[in-house]
């Protein structure tokens, strides 16, 4: 039997692994607030979704206060300033994994202590991370995902120096599905923040350690680096369709891309989901998004690019919007962005509903696991270019170019939206299919995730940057989008390449629907 959308009134989570669902339930249960739920999904995610995510990478956060107000938390690390191109003196590229690799500062615990403190929530630290450390230290079973990457990627990771053999590899070898992962280390550093307080990941004795890690491993960030660190509140980007308010992340994220697809759909015609028209037209709206995105996204210190002008200004999506053939594909490809994430979303009884995302960028992030900590460090900032100028070169204290971006939508008639989900360069893609779906066909919400959906661009370890479509569309659409000119590759079915999406949506009565992917080990938690 098929998920089927989740109601309830108090309070929902939803989340890719089901003990973060019920972490964060927990929270609302014990009266916090979606804030305050947030966190506590984040850090268990990092305990029992290593694959995915951890404290060792970056967030973003976009809220929508009950008064209405919405705005924006940016987690998000620069580049460490040692980390300039001589460091990188006969490479090409920055490596994928890593001590080179690590080289920008970690975000995620900076964006917890930034929302927690506008929050107004009541809830201790060690209540918010309880679940965390418990699953930390007493073993969590290890998902058939996390299995299968770990056996993948093993030969490259293994190898780095650090902990990591050691923590995911106790035995010699990946460990198995169903298999017990233990992380006393990563225990102990949530739990030091408990008594420390958050701040100490960057200048306290958890920073020393840290700091003290990296450069034993050769990655280039220092204890400056994490001391100069804080978080940002840059404003959410915001567009208008027909009948609802979109918001997403500000640069460095390609929220803008994830905007700038809906607003081009909305001017398309197209008379139900996922027939061609559909499918077509968002691909298209893709292409024309990513073509902007690949020339001007990045950080906003170093691109003058106004992207808030251009979701704003009607004429300009209109001359984009006209730039799309409705019969015909765009010839393709573009560079293709990679990455592994997790988003999720929470919404409490007072109406306060949070779209949160966060990220060490690929499976295991740089590789390397700190042995004081059992942090394992990212490595978005392998995605620099090594150049003097230019979009996303390499410059100590840059951030770099993020595939993550959290949504938010309201609707004229009061309905609050969070959705998102993980997959890199299909990240503004699924939300476009989901959205669209239940926006503007009327689709069932959990039916808007749950169906088949398509991916323009390379997957994880794979350079064809075909338009992938899963089995489950009737067949007529995947010939006809061959005919219009797209290269079209079936993967047959559904598969976490294509995302872990979620989404809640809050009525003006207060009633909560909320849905999770299939595709994941996820779970909606609602009371």
Partial sequence: MGLSTVTGSKGMVTAPHYLAAEAGLSILQDGGNAIEATVAVQACLAVVYPHMTGIGGDGFWVISEPEGAVHGIHGCGGAAGAATLD????????????????????GTISAWEAALASGGGNLPLARLLRDAIAHAE????????HAALAVSKGPELRVQPGAYAATFEPDG???????????????????????????????????????????????????????????????????????????????????AAS??????????????????DHVHGLVEATKQAFLLRDVHLGDSAWSPFDWQALLSDTSALDALAA??????????????????????????????????????????????????????WQNRGSSFRLAHEGWNALKPGRKPFHTLN??????DDGRIMAYGTMGGEGQPQTQAALF???????????????????????TWGDQSTTLKLEDGFDESLYAALAAAGHQVERVGPLTATMGHAGAIVRHPDGRLDGATDP?????VAAW
Wanted: charged share 15%.
């Fill in 87 to 106: 460091l990188y003196d006969g490479l090409d590229t920055v490596p994928f994994r890593g001590p080179l690799a690590a080289n920008t500062v970690a």
């Fill in 138 to 145: 007493a073993g969590i079973a290890v998902t058939a995902g």
């Fill in 173 to 255: 070898r990946p460990l198995r599905q169903g298999e017990v992962l233990h992380q006393p280390l990563l225990a102990q550093t949530l739990r030091r923040l408990c008594e420390d307080g958050l701040a100490s990941f960057y200048t306290g004795e958890v920073a020393e350690d840290i700091a003290a890690d990296l450069a034993a491993l050769g990655s280039p960030v220092s204890a400056a680096d994490l001391a100069a660190h804080a978080a940002t509140r840059p404003a959410p980007l915001t567009t208008r369709l027909s009948d609802v308010q979109l918001w997403n992340s500000a640069p460095p994220t390609q929220g």
């Fill in 259 to 276: 905007l700038m697809i809906l607003a081009l759909f909305n001017r398309l015609a197209a008379s139900e989901a996922d027939g061609f």
């Fill in 323 to 376: 730039n799309i053939d409705p019969a015909a594909a765009l010839p393709w490809p573009q560079p293709a962005q990679w990455g592994d994430t997790c988003w999720f979303g929470a919404a409490d009884a007072q109406g306060r509903v949070v779209s949160a995302i966060q990220s060490t960028y690929f499976e295991f992030g740089s590789g390397l696991v700190l042995p004081r900590t059992g942090i394992t």
């Fill in 406 to 411: 959290p949504a938010l939508a309201r609707f």
């Fill in 436 to 458: 669209s779906r239940y926006a503007r066909f009327g689709c069932d919400l959990q039916a808007s995730i749950s169906a088949p959906r398509w991916l323009l661009g390379r």
């Fill in 519 to 523: 595709r994941s080990d996820g779970k």
